[in-house]
């Protein structure tokens, strides 16, 4: 069920960052930590750092307060 919560939430970033020529990943979840890959333009980006903290973790502990952190692989 986690997972499935967190691909729903990953769905509503996914179109912004196609916008930019990008993409995300879910690679794995380890108790409350939840894995990515940025692909495409954002696995690049040099802002890829801050979208990550600021838009993909800020969102996904929003909608799912469980979610401890969201960590880049």
């Known amino acids: ?7 729903k939430v990953l769905d509503t970033i996914r179109i912004g960052l196609k916008r930019d020529g990008g993409d995300i990943e879910l690679v794995d979840i380890k108790d409350t930590v939840v894995y990515v890959r940025l692909k495409g333009a954002c696995g690049s980006c ?23 952190a969201v960590q880049a692989v």
Do not use: Q
Request: hydrophobic share 45%.
């Open 46 to 68: 040099p802002m890829s750092t801050l979208t990550l903290k600021h838009w993909v973790e800020a969102n996904l502990k929003k909608a799912i307060p469980e979610i401890s």
């Open 1 to 7: 069920m986690l997972k499935e919560d967190i691909e």
